[in-house]
């Protein structure tokens, strides 16, 4: 089993930045890539940002690209998400999720273990 867990959400202004961490445990962390999705309310989750097992790859959705920035550190077991110049519309629950199997990191069903995920809301 794999446990994930997320912190750094809150409120922040448009225009704002925050920097979200998720701390895994009980698998070897460097064994999974690494994916952030989001949820806005009446939404389906879809994905912001993935990283590769050693992260010397990136993924992005287009919505983010450029203002988001993922990254991993292996020796803590964990995995950040920063953003900056945050909008309305980046509002959502935000997801960890780690991948143990090859496969298409765009793909949510592509990630066996979630966390519970932190709230963002980025008022106007």
């Known amino acids: 089993q794999v446990q994930l867990l997320e912190s750094g959400g809150g409120l922040v202004q448009a225009g704002g930045s925050l920097t979200l961490s998720c701390a895994a445990s009980?698998?070897?962390?460097?064994?999974?890539?690494m994916g952030w999705f989001r949820q806005a309310p009446g939404k389906e989750r879809e994905f912001a940002a993935a990283?590769?097992?050693?992260?010397?790859?990136?993924y992005y959705a287009a919505s983010v690209k450029g203002r988001f920035t993922i990254s991993r550190d292996n020796a803590k077991n964990t995995v950040y998400l920063q953003m900056v110049g945050l909008k309305p519309e980046d509002t959502a629950v935000y997801y960890c999720?780690?991948?143990?199997?090859?496969?298409?990191?765009?793909?949510?069903?592509?990630?066996?273990?979630w966390g519970q995920g932190t709230q963002v809301t980025v008022s106007s």
């Open positions: 990283i590769s097992r050693s992260g010397s790859n990136k």
């Open positions: 999720a780690a991948a143990y199997s090859t496969g298409n990191l765009y793909d949510r069903d592509n990630y066996g273990y």
């Open positions: 009980g698998r070897t962390f460097s064994s999974a890539a």
